[in-house]
T-cell receptor, first 110, second 114 residues
Framework: AQRVTQPEKLLSVFKGAPVELKCNYS??????LFWYVQYSRQRLQLLLR??SRESIKGFTADLNKGETSFHLKKPFAQEEDSAMYYC????????????FGAGTRLAVHP | NAGVMQNPRHLVRRRGQEARLRCSPM?????VYWYRQLPEEGLKFMVY????????ESGMPKERFSAEFPKEGPSILRIQQVVRGDSAAYFC????????????FGSGTRLTVV
């Protein structure tokens, strides 16, 4: 069965510290993976998708098929990065059905 | 482009009443998805619709829940005879056909059943 696991409910760091939000997935097909972010009282926004291999707001994520992971990283956290982060898996089949992880709350302290 | 519009933002219903949640997709998007987020949990897929068609309703509870996306007008998620366990945030998202770019989400409707 398809599944996305985000093992940490809360990640608390100080400003300037490196951040890694973990995401592991379970899917036998060819995965497409995304990171979504939800800032306080705002809608979910797409942060990253693995196929574009881009860096948004200093965040990067690399798909590791061997470890079935798609961890989100940022070398120096900022206070404005505090938000809920969701990892999502798109399963193939001709449309974008997304399987979400439970989310990790990132709290960046001054 | 106003984005994905959901209304109402907050909805309070008494047990046994009906809840209707509306979603207007982004202009040019013909695919609509509904997700439910229970407290302290991630988003759970409910249903995927195209205009006048339900494509995948594998995440919909078998009873009391229904969804439609008519030819004209918004997509509607209907919950009949609501119970306390239906209290959640319900998110709608839309995408163009076969988009590999992920969804655009609405702001959600927070349903509270009292």
């Amino acid at each position: 069965a398809q599944r996305v696991t985000q093992p940490e409910k809360l990640l608390s760091v100080f400003k300037g510290a490196p951040v890694e939000l973990k995401c592991n997935y379970s899917y036998s097909g060819s995965p497409e993976l995304f990171w979504y972010v939800q800032y306080s009282r705002q809608r979910l926004q797409l942060l990253l998708r693995h196929i574009s291999r881009e860096s948004i707001k200093g965040f990067t994520a690399d798909l590791n098929k061997g470890e079935t992971s798609f961890h989100l990283k940022k070398p120096f956290a900022q206070e404005e990065d505090s938000a809920m982060y969701y990892c999502a898996l798109s399963i193939s089949g001709g449309y974008n059905k997304l399987i979400f992880g439970a989310g990790t709350r990132l709290a960046v302290h001054p | 482009n106003a984005g994905v519009m959901q209304n109402p933002r907050h909805l309070v219903r008494r047990r046994g009443q009906e809840a209707r949640l509306r979603c207007s997709p982004m202009k040019g998007h013909s695919h609509v998805y509904w997700y439910r987020q229970l407290p302290e949990e991630g988003l759970k897929f409910m249903v995927y619709l195209q205009k006048e068609n339900i494509i995948d309703e594998s995440g919909m509870p078998k009873e009391r829940f229904s969804a439609e996306f008519p030819k004209e007008g918004p997509s509607i998620l209907r919950i009949q005879q609501v119970v306390r366990g239906d209290s959640a945030a319900y998110f709608c998202a839309s995408s163009p056909p076969l988009s590999g770019n992920g969804y655009t989400f609405g702001s959600g409707t927070r349903l509270t059943v009292v």
